[in-house]
């Protein structure tokens, strides 16, 4: 990820989980169920008043270990992780509580790459913590405080607005689901939910096949809030009965005209694009393209893995000549007509993410094991 430092990336996490708590000198009597043989412990708190009293604790604890790495945050900053969600608590002594902790902006290196690292194996080490299907893990991309490039931002919207089909098949199947809000659209060229079709097992070192069956459908009542959308605010007359959704390189064409943000927001804005959100990019303050359908995990193989894949996908459409991105934009034009012709692995491989590839087969296979976590970061090291 050699690039200038005027054009070098940033990235940022956010991990949601589940921690186990207990107030000092309480006793715990039995481990939650699934935590009988695991090597953490609970967080210990004087008291449990409020949030607050749980998520400062952790807080400090996870401040004293970034202590002296500043080369891998982008400016000074002393809050370097974030904040609560909505928690439970089992009894008024001990029980789980929701947190979401938030990364400063990292430079997309190796120093950042390892703070995340050290981060997720401090948490899995240290404490009880459990990810229900409900929690995400959220991976933003950015250009250090500053606003990317108006020509880089199209080719990157462009590009993942292309690969988003692809690209939904490596998240899990729960995280592209009807538990994902709908959202209103903009354009006629909305392809409706995306139904993911999880690959078959890889025989000995290849991996799963393939799948053959057509990627897209219309959902009714997605499409109807699109038209409606449209006919109120654009004053383009269509109806369910006569949609037809825009081909893709029509779309990323229009995306590619782009001059204004704003303008790039609405077009990427689509119902159902599961793989991204430039949403955050209409809002004055917020300068980062979102990533949000992995599911909830503090596994640090996964995380980081998560976290590569997204700034590589970015850094590679920004660098992109014309020639590159439309010799990409024609093969995931086929896999409309032909799934078969390229998928996920083919494009992380071809990014130089095989050993990010490697690791979201074992998360989708549910194959993850410390085998693969040391063979992911020996080879990291080895790059």
């Known amino acids: ?28 009597t039995s481990r939650p169920q699934g935590f009988e043989s695991h090597p953490g412990a609970p967080l ?28 891998a945050t982008v400016g000074a900053t002393e809050k370097r992780l974030g904040n609560a969600f909505s928690y439970t608590a089992t009894n008024e002594r001990s029980g789980w509580v929701g947190v979401e902790l938030v990364s400063p902006a990292l430079w997309t290196t190796n120093e950042g790459f390892n703070e ?3 981060v997720c194996e401090f948490l899995q080490s240290t404490f009880w913590i459990s990810t229900p299907e409900h929690c995400g893990l959220h991976i933003h991309v950015g250009q250090g405080n500053d606003w990317l490039p108006i020509i880089f931002l199209r080719q990157i919207a462009a590009f993942l607005y292309a690969a988003d089909p692809i690209l939904a098949h490596s998240y899990p199947e729960h995280r592209l689901s009807g538990s994902r809000r709908k959202e209103d659209g903009l354009l006629k060229s909305i392809f409706g939910l995306f139904r993911k079709r999880v690959a078959e097992a890889r025989i000995e070192d290849k991996f799963p096949r393939r799948p053959t069956t057509i990627s897209y459908m219309f959902n009714s009542d997605t499409l109807q809030s699109a038209i409606t959308y449209i006919k109120n605010f654009h004053n383009v007359k269509q109806s369910l009965e006569d949609f037809t959704p825009a081909p893709m ?7 590619l005209k782009s001059t204004h943000r704003h303008h790039i927001v609405e077009l990427t804005r689509c119902p159902n694009r599961p793989t991204y959100s430039f949403l955050r990019l209409a809002m004055y303050s917020k300068k980062t393209i979102e ?9 640090p193989a996964e995380v980081v893995s998560r976290a590569r894949i997204a700034v590589r996908l970015c850094e590679f459409a ?18 409309e007509a032909d799934p078969a012709w390229i998928d996920f692995y083919d494009l992380f491989v071809d990014l130089g993410l095989r050993p990010e590839a490697r690791v ?21 090291e080895s790059y």
């Open 360 to 380: 979201i087969h074992a998360v989708l296979t549910g194959t993850m094991d410390q085998s693969v976590r040391d063979r992911y970061f020996a080879q990291r």
């Open 318 to 335: 920004a660098n992109a000549t014309q020639e590159d991105l439309y010799t990409m934009f024609y093969d995931f034009a086929l896999v």
């Open 116 to 118: 995340v690292r050290r």
């Open 44 to 71: 210990i708190v004087d008291k449990y008043d409020t949030i607050h009293d749980i998520f400062e604790p952790l807080l400090a604890s996870v401040r004293e270990l970034l202590q002296g790495s500043p080369e």
């Open 291 to 299: 990533f949000r359908q992995a599911a909830g995990t503090i596994d």
């Open 1 to 28: 990820m050699a690039l200038k430092q005027e054009r070098m990336l940033s990235f940022g996490v956010e991990l949601e989980f589940y921690i186990f708590w207990s107030i000092k000198g309480e006793e715990i």
């Open 249 to 255: 390189m029509e779309a990323v064409s229009e995306i």
